[in-house]
């Protein structure tokens, strides 16, 4: 079985009524999924993800994006406080997420902006330790960032989502009680540094996601000059998943089953509520 530890499946490629999510999801499941993460992102889709959720028979996370704070006010935070507290006995919530910070877009990387996302940042933090949940963190260009507020406002664990830094970055989360996401993008052969942390850290490290329907794998993915040509880019969905594992596993030189199999527990491990979820 396979554990999908981020996928967005709330996104509006999914429709508005999220059919193609329901559909994907049945995909998926038929192809060993047994269960997925929906990560929030922002105060308007904290319901959405919950519900979401509950429908598929899935698990949630709640939090602020770090692409979402340059619109998101302050007394979002009380909202995602209330609504952790709100939801506190519900076994489908393991995680506060979508939290972190994104030092790629132009725009965050101004020095108010900067300021803004970590003190946004440092504020779900606090409410990780305060309702005892693990955090799942974007990481884009700002991994030592974050694990300096991590060993301020240790949380104790969680994921360190679409991880693409250094080995020694890598090291650094899994010390403080993080595995590291892996996904589509290990799947492009040019990708050759990410593709070595896939084939090189220890395999206590790793989880799979999909980051659905964001980081498509190679298979799905069409360039510019293809989708100008007339060629869509495919839907990302978890039921990929299965695929992005199997060739990984291929880079580790082990089978599929082993990793799905580690990749399952070393989940359960960073974020305990799923282990419940698993024998429902």
């Given amino acids: 079985m396979w554990i999908d530890t981020h996928a967005h499946l709330d996104a509006p490629e999914f429709g508005p009524d999220h059919a193609l999510a329901l559909s994907a999801r049945v995909l998926a499941s038929d192809r060993g999924v047994g269960l997925c993460v929906i990560p929030a992102v922002m105060r308007q889709n904290l319901d959405t993800v919950r519900l979401l959720a509950h429908r598929l028979g899935d698990a949630y996370a709640l939090g602020i994006h770090p692409l979402f704070v340059p619109n998101a006010l302050d007394e979002d935070l009380d909202a995602l406080d209330a609504a952790l507290t709100a939801h506190a006995g519900d076994p489908r919530l393991v995680a506060v997420g979508e939290i972190g910070l994104d030092f790629f877009v132009p725009a965050l990387c101004e020095p108010a902006m900067r300021e803004r996302q970590e003190r946004f940042y440092r504020a779900q933090l606090k409410l990780a330790r305060k309702h005892r949940l693990p955090v799942i963190l974007h990481v884009r260009r700002s991994a030592d960032h974050l694990l300096k507020h991590l060993r301020e406002l240790p949380t104790g664990g969680g994921i360190a989502h679409a991880f693409n830094g250094s080995p020694e970055q890598a090291r650094a989360f899994t010390d403080l009680g993080f595995a590291l996401g892996f996904g589509g993008a290990s799947t492009f052969e040019p ?18 996601e999909t980051d659905a329907p964001d980081i498509p794998p190679q298979w799905l993915y069409a360039t510019a000059a293809e989708r100008a040509a ?6 990302n969905t978890p039921a990929e998943l299965p695929r992005i594992g199997e060739l990984i596993a291929g880079l580790r030189g082990i089978s599929a089953e082993a990793l799905a199999a580690a990749t399952t527990a070393n989940a359960q491990r960073v974020l305990p509520r799923l282990a419940a979820l698993l024998t429902v």
Avoid: Y
């Fill in 191 to 208: 990708a050759k540094r990410l593709r070595a942390l896939a084939a090189g850290l220890p395999l206590s490290a790793l989880v799979l």
């Fill in 230 to 235: 007339g060629r869509s880019q495919g839907l």
